[in-house]
């Protein structure tokens, strides 16, 4: 049986933003804890605090006509939500009007006027033909395994080519939240399969997807033949300088070059050559270490891990003999191949090892492929990779690209007087944050640039590599995309609530415009950077960086919150942004991830212009059930489309008292059909526009 589970709802310590058993499940509470970086270098904050202070305002207190509550047909769940503004006039034919910011109690998938939505895949949906039926009350690992994966994140839909009714749907599983999926009883007597199931659970999802024509809503086909399901056990290569490091050497894989298993993974991105990239963020909690500094830096503790995995499987604990360096094979940057089922996913080290929110591709005008990606963590960096070789026609040749190339960290500097950075939040007298900025070389040529680090050292301990170079702290940098419009690079900071505290050596300065002592909930809200390559070259080592949008609720005083110069009264409130998307046209969309513990309000979807007279309007697109996060948004405006995973709805909640019965909608176990569950499931989620789907041509 092994080690009894604790199921009861998670209750205390959280940083405001996040309910507390987001916190315990998605990355181990690590707020709670020590900041990992405990290096002298440079911080990067702008604040844009908002407090909860306007409940009633803007339709918090209640809803009304003008936007559609879908699928929720339960008694408790509101039907409808206010109009918020004007019209948003993105890309392609996605146009629609701006709904109001919908109340954190709502259990459904709020839309605009004139916009449906369409559940493509739940948490359990068989992808094989010998898959069982979904079955809350009878799980297994075995079962699982077949069975799409839990808490979906980074999201693509890769229509065929010369076919767009035809397709492959990709998707990451974060991670678990054991306490909604099990019933307590049952797992209290069956811990060690709990945890099997939990590690199925984790990885990424591959099916394949159809529809009638462009514009209307995908379907997954089970028994696919491209279907496929990356779990906790899948073996992966590993890659790069780094492959067959002593530091990468256990019992069981004496090479250093074969891993099994992906987790908590977060983000990613497409590459150009079909490929996807995905990024293993907040592995260090399923690890339990040894207590050294490395370990420290990464977050890895000493003690039992709060999920118990090294009490079923022995390579989770770094105590056990043999599996000293099992942790150092988890917090890369992994690549799939989702047309070939058969295919060996890949670890590339030349990226380096820490939590990756995911890894984005531009292009550089001499062939070479640059990518991107963030260290999600308080006061972390934000890096970028160059590859040696140059992309092709050999589709084969461009996987290998990542294994070979340079990689970098950033540092930030502010251009306006010290005098004119004051803690307020005021713009100083250039009218912007803004300011230069330069990549620091971890990597060059096959060799380490950091002094006293080898080259495998580098890439297994980055972080400390970084430290060492006098890389700029940031705000929990999430996604880091290339607008692939302009090139411009957009970078999601979706808050730090250390941020200014007294100990923590931030004072304020042009970067980090509002201090601690000064905003009471320091960078509860986060903000986003546009950072622009000199010359708009991806290859380029230095750069120019504005602040785009300082979050919050625009209730607050004017000066606390900053929209590229746009009136902050004609904007709809954001907090925490975490995901970035673009449209066909290169408008900027965001989804959040937390809004209802700083603002009150559903996490969402945003839209937000990035050019013209209303650079900087946000406007609101949709909202998620009660207690979820809004994941990996994916805007196909040429089809009327817009795809999000709906991750951990209801959480707060648990198996026996769900806070959420999104997306069944089944009130009590005795009514549910085959396949459905009376509680909530993570899912895959289509919102189109029915009057659209006839455009003729779609995304190919």
């Known amino acids: 049986m092994g080690t009894p589970l604790n199921l009861l709802p998670m209750f205390g310590h959280t940083r405001g933003n996040r309910s507390a058993a987001t916190c315990h499940y998605k990355c181990g509470n690590a707020c709670a804890k020590d900041v990992c970086n405990t290096s002298t270098n440079n911080y990067f904050r702008d604040i844009a605090d908002a407090a909860l202070t306007r409940r009633a305002a803007l339709g918090l207190g209640g809803v009304a006509a003008g936007a559609v509550v879908v699928g929720a047909s339960l008694a408790n769940a509101p039907q409808a939500a206010a109009d918020f503004g004007g019209h948003g006039k993105g890309g392609g034919k996605l146009n629609f009007k701006a709904i109001a910011p919908v109340p954190r109690t709502v259990d459904g998938v709020t839309v605009p006027a004139g916009y449906d939505s369409h559940v493509i895949i739940r948490w359990g949906d068989p992808i094989f033909n010998d898959a069982p039926e979904f079955d809350a009350f009878n799980q297994s690992a075995k079962a699982q395994a077949k069975q799409f994966g839990y808490n979906a994140d980074y999201l693509n839909i890769i229509a065929d080519q010369g076919n767009s009714r035809r397709g492959v749907l990709v998707a990451n599983h974060e991670y678990t939240n054991e306490e909604m999926m099990f019933d307590a009883a049952w797992a209290a007597e069956n811990a060690d399969e709990v945890r099997r199931i939990a590690i199925q659970a984790h990885g990424m999802g591959i099916v394949e997807v159809r529809r009638d024509k462009a514009g209307e809503p995908w379907n997954y086909i089970k028994g696919g033949a491209r279907n496929r399901r ?37 983000a990613g991105g497409t590459t150009p050559w079909g490929t996807v990239l995905s990024g293993e963020e907040n592995f260090n909690q399923y690890f339990q270490g040894t207590g050294s500094a490395t370990d420290a830096r990464y977050g890895i503790g000493s003690g039992p891990t709060e999920r118990g995995w090294e009490l079923t499987d022995p390579r989770f604990s770094a105590q056990n003999a043999g599996y000293e360096n099992e942790v150092n ?36 005008a001499d062939g070479r492929v640059v990518a991107y990606s963030g260290d999600d963590e308080r006061f972390d960096y934000v890096y970028k990779f160059i590859s040696k070789n140059k992309i092709s026609k050999d589709r084969e040749a461009n996987k290998k690209l990542l294994s070979e190339g340079d990689l970098f960290v950033a540092q930030f500097t502010g251009d306006s007087p ?21 990549w620091i070389a971890l990597t060059k040529d096959g060799k380490s640039m950091v002094p006293g680090m080898s080259i495998e ?13 006098g890389a700029t702290k940031m705000d929990r940098p999430e996604d880091v995309e290339p607008s692939p419009v302009t090139g411009k690079l957009y970078i999601a900071l979706t808050n730090n609530t250390d941020r200014g505290k007294i100990g923590k050596k931030a004072g304020a300065d042009e970067a980090n415009p509002r201090a601690g002592l000064t905003s009471a909930t320091a960078n509860r809200d986060g903000h986003v950077i546009e950072l622009t390559e000199t010359k708009n070259e991806a290859t380029a080592l230095t750069f120019n960086w504005s602040i785009l949008l300082l979050c919050g609720d625009p209730a607050k005083p004017a000066s606390e919150l900053y929209f590229a110069g746009y009136p902050a009264e004609k904007v ?27 603002i009150g309000y559903s996490d969402a979807l945003h839209k937000v212009t990035l050019t013209g007279a209303e650079r900087g309007k946000v406007e609101q697109f949709l909202a998620v059930p009660v207690g979820a996060e809004t994941c990996g948004p994916l805007i196909h405006d040429r089809d009327n489309s817009v795809f999000i995973n709906v991750q951990h709805p209801g959480e707060g909640g648990t198996f026996a008292a769900p806070n959420s019965y999104f997306p069944d909608y089944v009130a009590t176990p005795a009514l549910a059909k085959k396949g459905q569950f009376s509680g909530p499931r993570p899912s895959v989620v289509q919102v189109y526009s029915p009057a659209g789907a006839n455009n003729g041509k779609g995304n190919k």
Request: aromatic share 6%; net charge negative.
């Open 418 to 438: 010290v005098s004119e950075i004051d803690g307020s939040g005021k713009l100083p007298s250039d009218g912007a944050f803004d300011g230069s900025g330069k």
């Open 230 to 266: 990356i779990t906790g056990t899948t073996p992966f290569a590993i890659d790069g300088p780094a492959a067959g490091s002593a530091l990468l050497k256990t019992v069981a894989d004496p090479t250093g070059k074969l891993a099994l298993g992906t987790f908590n993974n977060c």
């Open 329 to 364: 094979r988890f917090g890369w940057v992994v690549e799939i191949d989702p047309q070939d089922p058969t295919s060996t996913p890949v670890k590339h080290t030349a990226l380096g090892r820490f939590k990756h929110e995911g890894a984005n591709i531009r292009v550089a």
């Open 572 to 598: 709809s409130p954001i907090s925490c942004p975490d995901n970035i998307a673009f449209d066909s046209k290169g408008t900027l969309w965001i989804s959040t991830d937390g809004q209802p513990g700083t």
């Open 457 to 469: 050292e580098v890439l297994v301990y980055t972080r400390l590599a970084a430290d060492k170079m």
